[in-house]
């Protein structure tokens, strides 16, 4: 599939969605049929894209997040202002009520800031509330994402239009809808699991029980990420979503430590040192079914490795960060010739 035939598809409002990820790998004629009469407005649409400072990724460049490849169905193409290095660390989502508390804005910045000073970046929605909070968290000390229900040329809501600047400095400004696409309120929904998607882990911060931050925390369970909840006051009743994941299972934070933990992260950083490269290839399982110059995708490994494909992205990301697997096109892997 080329690049224009992947932009193509996200131009169309009404894309079959039900398996889209292992149709896009398989060149699914149907979904060529459908972008064949939108080839040449992709190329303008791309074109003119290019003139303001957005770019976009198809979902067989190698740039394009392998997170968002395990899921059934990933965006053909995704819409971006910013770099990409954010892309390349490991992810934790931080999501929450609009209408916050003090508190609970106190909180969403702080874990973000201590998340992003070790080398996470802080995945959210641009939301008022917690999310904005969160992002502004972030930025304080490293990167963050934002994942928009619109267009990246449209911010909603519109007062975040200068801390969606500040994040296209420093983090990035992501949507899979095409430049000038409204922020029409089903969009919202969708966008979810591409921020749990995105990440390792999604905390839920302050959620009222039809809060939207639990469609994200169920996106999350569905795609096997981990999800996480502050507890807060069981008087106010702002937070009754929040306990009824804790009492579901969800692990309990209070401070970024306990995140870290539970990912099996280094205390000291979410990215292991490079140190020992040898040894530890050949200690590691998944290396050895790993043939240097051969290309797997995730499926493939996760045959190979006898291990469930959800629980597999995990660690290949690790390995990814620590230089001993590198990512090529089409969402697939390739074991490093020499992991430095």
Known sequence: MTMDEAVALSLVPDLPRVDLTARLRA?????LARAAPLLARARDVRRRAAMEGIGVLPWNASEFP?????????PPALWFRGPLEALRQPAVAIVGSRAASAVALETAGRLAEDLAARGVAVVSGLARGVDSAAHRGAL????TIAVLGSGVDRIYPHEHAPLAGAIAERGLVLSEYPPGTPPLAFHFPLRNRLISGLSRAVVVVEASERSGSLITAACALEQGREVMAVPGNVLSGRNRGAHALIRDGAKIVERADDIV?????????????????PARAAREPLLRVMHVGEAYDLDQLASLAGVDAARLLPRLLELELQGFVQRVGGGRFMRSAAPC
Do not use: K, Y
């Open 27 to 31: 060149s699914d004629p149907a979904l």
């Open 66 to 74: 392998a997170a968002l490849l395990a899921i059934p169905d990933a």
């Open 140 to 143: 304080r000390t490293g990167r």
């Open 261 to 277: 933990e539970e990912l099996g992260w280094p205390p000291e950083g979410a990215a292991a040192p490079r140190t020992g490269a």
